[in-house]
Every structure is written in C-alpha cells, then in structure tokens.
C-alpha cells in the first residue's frame, strides 16, 4: 500500500482503551466546571457528567446493571436546559465508545436526546 498524506489509518471505538476514555471524560468534566461561572447552563453537564464518572470509577468492568444506570443519569440533562455545546457532543462521542469497549452500542434519540444502548451484535 502507498503511504499519503491524506489516509488516516483505521482506528476503531474498541482499539482506545478505557483509561484513555475515562482520562478524556474527566476533562471534559473538568471543561464543564471551568465554565459554570461564565455560563450557568454548564453546571447541569458538569453534575451530570461528575456523576457519570462515579459510577464508572467504581466498576471494574461494568455489568449490564451499571451500565443501565449510566444510561438513567444521563438521560436526566434531557429534563433541564444546559449548554448543549460541543463538549457536551465530544462527552456524548467518548461514552459512546466507552460502552463500544464492552460490546454495546449506544443511541442518542434525535427528538428527545435520550440515550439508549444494547447489545452488540456485532462484537460477540
């Protein structure tokens, strides 16, 4: 194969290790506490995320259950208005692939922004 400049090799959701995702959410968290005091909307996503980051700290590899209770705490940002920006987006993507690393794939309801996750066909 031809090296270019423009080919990216093929990375996929599984080859990024779950360190690696958790360090990335927690500076998304961190991102979302630097700017509460310049726009109040950030302090749902910095509780919501700061909570979401509990519960996977607290797993070592999280069982069906734990991941279904990520699930319930996310979906309560759709019940409040937040900032919606592209952090809240890039958290969206890197907990997506944190559910990838255990053979789930996730949702984000286009209507209602609710966040639905299943089992991977694909990855058993």
């Known amino acids: 194969m031809k090296f270019s400049l423009f080919r990216r090799p093929k990375v996929t ?3 990024i290790s779950i360190e690696s995702r958790i360090s990335h959410l927690k500076s998304r968290n961190k991102y979302f506490e630097i700017h509460i005091g310049e726009q109040p909307l950030f302090l749902p996503e910095y509780e919501i995320s700061k909570e979401i980051l509990e519960v996977i700290e607290a797993a070592d590899k999280p ?3 734990k991941l279904a ?6 979906n309560r940002i759709t019940q409040v208005d937040h900032y919606d920006g592209s952090g809240w987006f890039d958290f969206q993507i ?8 255990f053979g789930y794939s996730v949702d984000f309801e ?14 058993t």
């Open 69 to 74: 209770d990520i699930v319930g705490i996310y």
């Open 94 to 101: 890197v907990l997506r692939g944190y559910f990838h690393n």
């Open 13 to 15: 959701t599984q080859s």
């Open 110 to 123: 286009k209507e209602t922004g609710l966040m639905r996750f299943e089992k991977d066909i694909k990855s």
């Open 63 to 65: 069982q069906e259950n």
